[in-house]
């Protein structure tokens, strides 16, 4: 049997970063949202036991074992009473390491996919817990639509849809490691202060407070990376609802009310290439697993 997982990209429309926590990671607050650009993963079964990755295209992402899909298929099996085994294709359309979540999303389906092609019945909760280990966007993924994510940004809570708004994402020419921006922040320009009204907006609804949406990251992106401001300003240009770097970057986006208005942004835009999409809704994003026949 084959099995077929397709599975979106995210921004974050607000990302506050309160502080260092014991465990070293930092502490977050972060309003996540599924968009319209898509990874596609195929899955068989194979009788060794072994875990096989094929990239397309191949220099899209290391197929090796530092990848998360081959992460999340070995952790999965751990959990099983037999050892997995499985030929994994994964299709790639979500630029890497642009703040989009490509491989979280990645992980979430491949342990969505192997716990049916597998036959383990696992409690939702305990696929949380796997994702969780896994990297601290793969939660969301299995919570799709928008979500409200805590502590490393791991603990999502669903928020009701958001409107029928749309995004331009300008990815940036160079991937941007996590990691390089975390050990780059200044403490110092942390202020540990939660923003209120988007607490009240997470626990209220209503209309998102664009003005108070803020990526604590953004500053220290910029500074290390410039083109990234500069592409913030083009975008800012448009008038969007809202313009930000999404997660660590390197993408920026920009949100528009319709998709007349994104489509008329993203020609403006054109010389950067730009990717259009809408937002989706939970119904929309749910990592849906089918039969591939042949």
Same mark, same amino acid.
């Given at each position: 049997?084959?099995?077929? #997982?397709?599975?979106?990209?995210?921004?974050?429309?607000?990302?506050?970063?309160?502080?260092k926590?014991?465990?070293? *990671?930092?502490?977050?607050?972060? #309003?996540?949202?599924?968009?319209?650009?898509?990874?596609d993963?195929?899955?068989?079964?194979?009788?060794?036991?072994?875990?096989?990755?094929?990239?397309?295209?191949?220099?899209?992402?290391?197929?090796g074992?530092?990848n998360? #899909?081959?992460?999340?298929a070995?952790a999965?099996?751990?959990m099983?009473?037999?050892?997995?085994?499985?030929?994994?294709?994964?299709?790639?359309?979500?630029?890497?390491?642009?703040?989009?979540?490509?491989?979280s999303?990645?992980?979430?389906?491949?342990?969505?996919?192997l716990?049916?092609?597998?036959?383990?019945?696992?409690?939702p909760?305990?696929?949380?817990s796997?994702?969780?280990?896994?990297?601290?966007?793969?939660?969301f993924?299995?919570?799709?639509?928008a979500?409200?994510?805590?502590?490393?940004g791991?603990?999502?809570? =669903?928020?009701?849809?958001?409107?029928?708004?749309?995004?331009?994402?300008?990815p940036?020419?160079?991937p941007?490691?996590?990691?390089? #921006?975390?050990?780059?922040?200044?403490?110092?320009?942390?202020?540990?202060k939660?923003?209120?009204?988007?607490?009240?907006?997470?626990?209220?609804?209503?209309?998102?407070?664009?003005?108070?949406?803020?990526?604590?990251?953004q500053?220290?992106v910029?500074?290390?990376? =410039?083109?990234v401001?500069?592409?913030?300003?083009?975008?800012s240009v448009?008038?969007?609802?809202?313009?930000?770097?999404?997660?660590s970057?390197?993408?920026?986006?920009?949100l *528009?009310?319709?998709?007349?208005?994104?489509?008329?942004?993203?020609?403006?835009?054109?010389?950067?290439?730009?990717?259009?999409a809408?937002?989706?809704?939970?119904?929309a994003?749910?990592?849906?697993?089918s039969?591939?026949?042949?």
């Amino acid at each position: 049997m084959r099995l077929r #997982v397709r599975c979106p990209a995210k921004v974050n429309l607000h990302l506050e970063v309160l502080g260092k926590r014991n465990d070293g *990671y930092h502490e977050l607050r972060t #309003v996540l949202a599924a968009v319209g650009i898509w990874d596609d993963l195929l899955f068989e079964t194979v009788p060794t036991g072994t875990v096989e990755l094929t990239v397309e295209p191949t220099d899209a992402a290391p197929a090796g074992p530092d990848n998360l #899909v081959v992460k999340a298929a070995r952790a999965l099996a751990s959990m099983g009473d037999r050892t997995g085994g499985a030929h994994i294709v994964l299709r790639k359309a979500i630029p890497v390491a642009g703040g989009l979540g490509g491989g979280s999303a990645d992980a979430a389906a491949t342990l969505v996919a192997l716990a049916r092609l597998w036959n383990l019945r696992r409690e939702p909760h305990e696929l949380v817990s796997v994702a969780a280990g896994l990297g601290a966007d793969v939660p969301f993924f299995l919570v799709g639509g928008a979500g409200w994510g805590v502590g490393r940004g791991s603990e999502v809570s =669903p928020l009701a849809d958001l409107p029928a708004w749309w995004v331009v994402l300008l990815p940036g020419p160079q991937p941007i490691p996590t990691a390089d #921006v975390y050990r780059a922040l200044d403490p110092r320009a942390l202020d540990g202060k939660a923003d209120c009204e988007i607490y009240q907006w997470v626990e209220k609804g209503g209309e998102l407070p664009f003005g108070r949406c803020r990526n604590d990251l953004q500053p220290t992106v910029v500074k290390l990376w =410039p083109e990234v401001g500069e592409r913030l300003e083009r975008v800012s240009v448009t008038e969007p609802l809202l313009a930000m770097l999404s997660g660590s970057g390197g993408t920026v986006f920009g949100l *528009y009310r319709d998709e007349r208005d994104a489509r008329r942004a993203a020609a403006i835009l054109a010389a950067f290439r730009p990717l259009v999409a809408p937002l989706l809704s939970r119904e929309a994003s749910l990592l849906r697993v089918s039969a591939v026949e042949g």
